[in-house]
């Protein structure tokens, strides 16, 4: 296995050895690459604590686990190398950092944020780089759940624009796109194109028609019973729904919600996510050695001071360039008009920006000696920079992060269920 910098197994630590361990271990973010591999025979299942799991964590051939468990983010995680000229220890590997937004100003007002990512999906299938787009979007037959979606288009590709808070599996849509053998640019979480990284080592054909990795810095993947609470405080059943928009139509924007008989219902941004606790996010997230989108080509994030919106404005991300092939997206899409690159951004003014994000960095090596300490299965970082990261925690809040981690891991809090 290629290594770069430093690989990390947290004091000898153990990664998972099966596919059924990294799901009954907490692990498993429901990303679809079981799917994928098996090209269909086990489908992705919403369990009843609301994620995707594989239907089975019986089924795979040995070559399938083998190729599963090589490129699974709850057993590796890895960045790319980019050769990027910048590294900062907390953000990786950079050509750029700037604000940006999308020149259109529908697509920037519907989007997420600045609808960078949107802007840029477009611009490849526009100018012909790429045939196909392959991200995710609402599920029309039930608009709180997501699903992957295969653009083709521009106008596809913005009708699904938005963030989508809750469980969804992008990467059961990755043999679909392999196999059509046509240039395509996937838009989906770090862990996600981490994955994708990791399975270009075994798979040829990534490397060959993947010709765009998008990403945003991302904050965690919430289970389905985040959503399922919020209909339950409007008085809502699922199966009313016509519409369920997490964000987008505004900076953050508001999360709507229709029902076939005309009702509607708003909430903002910060009443939605009021409450951390309140968050019901994937252990997986807890344990994310690469949430900053270091496997990606380009990553947007939102750029909040302090982490948190405090008004609606015209929609604003910031944009970090990490490769040679990003950067050239970067360009044609400025000289385009379909992107508007603003002023520099420097490390330590993200780090303002994403500030809970540094502060897992500064913590995930302890976090991670803590499931070593419980005996329970970890996550292999490449190039990543934990140890040194680590240093930045003072001994007391590492013993802390350790203790708690440790604690939490013995007394089952990790663990789920397997669906055999």
């Known amino acids: 296995m290629e290594q770069r910098n430093e690989t990390i197994l947290p004091n000898s630590g153990r990664t998972a050895t099966s596919v059924a361990e990294v799901v009954s271990s907490g692990l498993c973010i429901g990303c679809g690459l079981c799917e994928a591999v098996t090209v269909g025979r086990v489908p992705m299942h919403m369990t009843r604590y609301g994620g995707l799991r594989p239907s089975s964590v019986n089924e795979f051939t040995k070559q399938e686990e083998d190729k599963i468990l090589a490129a699974c983010a709850g057993v590796v995680a890895e960045s790319r190398p980019g050769n990027a000229p910048h590294t900062d220890l907390i953000w990786g590997s950079y050509f750029s950092m700037n604000y940006g937004w999308a020149g259109d100003a529908e697509c920037r007002f519907a989007s997420s944020s600045g609808g960078v990512l949107t802007a840029l999906g477009c611009h490849l299938l526009k100018t012909k780089r790429a045939n196909l787009i ?47 053998e046509e240039p395509f640019a996937i838009i989906a979480k770090p862990c996600d194109l981490g994955t994708v990284h990791r399975l270009s080592k075994v798979d040829d054909r990534v490397d060959q028609v993947c010709i765009a990795r998008l990403t945003l810095v991302c904050g965690g993947q919430s289970r389905l019973g985040k959503s399922t609470e919020l209909l339950n405080e409007f008085g809502v059943r699922e199966s009313e729904l016509t519409l369920f928009r997490y964000r987008g139509f505004g900076n953050p924007g508001r999360t709507r919600v229709e029902t076939r008989d005309g009702r509607a219902f708003e909430i903002t941004y910060a009443e939605l996510w009021k409450e951390e ?14 949430a900053l989108g270091e496997a990606s080509d380009i990553t947007a994030t939102d750029i909040w001071p302090g982490g948190n919106p405090t008004k609606e404005d015209a929609g604003f991300n910031g944009v970090i360039c990490r490769t040679q092939a990003g950067k050239e997206l970067l360009d044609g899409a400025v000289a385009g008009g379909d992107l508007v690159l603003g002023d520099s951004i420097t490390p330590r003014q993200f780090d303002s920006l994403q500030p809970h994000q540094v502060c897992k960095k500064h913590a995930l090596r302890a976090r991670f000696q803590g499931l070593a300490q419980a005996n329970k299965p970890t996550i292999e970082t490449v190039g990543l920079r934990l140890d040194k990261l680590a240093e930045a925690l ?14 939490r891991a013995l007394e089952g809090r990790f663990s789920e269920p397997l669906r055999s």
């Open 277 to 290: 606790a309140g968050w019901d996010i994937e252990t997986r997230c807890k344990f994310c050695p690469d």
């Open 134 to 180: 392959l991200h995710v979007g609402s599920d029309p037959d039930m608009p709180m759940r997501s699903r992957w979606v295969m653009s083709r288009t521009a106008e596809e590709v913005q009708r699904n624009a938005g963030s989508r808070y809750g469980p969804v599996a992008p990467l059961a849509g990755l043999e679909n796109a392999l196999q059509r």
């Open 394 to 407: 003072d001994a007391h809040r590492r013993r802390e992060e350790t203790s708690a981690t440790m604690q």
